[in-house]
């Protein structure tokens, strides 16, 4: 089985083949654009891109829409997060938690597969803004953000030892068993 894996980010695309190949489900990125309405939850985002390219494209596929959420900022950037990355950046980020000492957040994602119906599944992992960043793997946000018991910050962990505790990680881990009990 072939899915398509809508999303302009190769780093993500890594992530997901980690959990798919060892089912022999090869999955493949399609870059293809797709609205991203402004909406209070991930899920909302979601559900309206994978409805929207459900009428545009054939074949099973899935997207995945993740947010970080800071706590002592009430949540931002969440569902703006994207657009803080490519605005503000990680500096930005780091600027605007200055003065704060709560520095814990939280990454959240969903996963949205459309097979003629829509499923959703979702994972978080929680943890803490570093003082600064640190380590030169993954993407985004990963070098500012260090998961609850770990010493590392996701940036200067594998994608095996990222996969093993990211919210994407943990959605990929729900919609592979899924799979395996549905296909
Ligand atoms: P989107 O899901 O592609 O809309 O991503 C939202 C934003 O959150 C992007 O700017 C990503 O860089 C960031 N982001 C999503 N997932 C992760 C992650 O696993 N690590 C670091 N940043 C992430």
């Not at 074949?59 to 503000?88: H, K, Q």
Request: glycine share 12%.
């Amino acid at each position: 089985m072939r899915l398509a894996f809508i999303t302009s980010n190769p780093g993500k695309v890594e992530e997901a083949k980690e959990y798919f190949e060892p089912l022999g489900i090869e999955v493949y990125q399609l870059s293809y654009s797709y609205p991203e309405i402004q909406a209070d939850t991930l899920e909302e985002v979601a559900e309206y891109g994978a409805r929207w390219l459900a009428e545009k494209i054939s074949g099973p596929f899935f997207l995945d829409d993740s947010g970080l959420f800071i706590e002592a900022l009430n949540g931002f950037p969440g569902v703006y997060s994207a657009y803080v990355y490519r605005t503000l950046g990680i500096g930005g980020i780091l600027k605007l938690m200055e003065g704060f000492s709560d520095r814990s957040a939280y990454f959240k994602s969903i996963i949205a597969y459309w097979d003629g119906e829509l499923h959703i599944f979702g994972g978080r992992v929680d943890g803490e803004i570093t003082a600064e960043p640190r380590g030169e793997g993954g993407f985004g946000f990963d070098p500012i953000f260090r998961p609850r018991g770990s010493d590392k910050t996701f940036a200067e962990m594998t994608t095996e030892e990222k996969n093993l505790i990211s919210h994407r990680g943990k959605a990929l881990k729900v919609f592979a068993s899924w799979l395996r009990e549905n296909l």
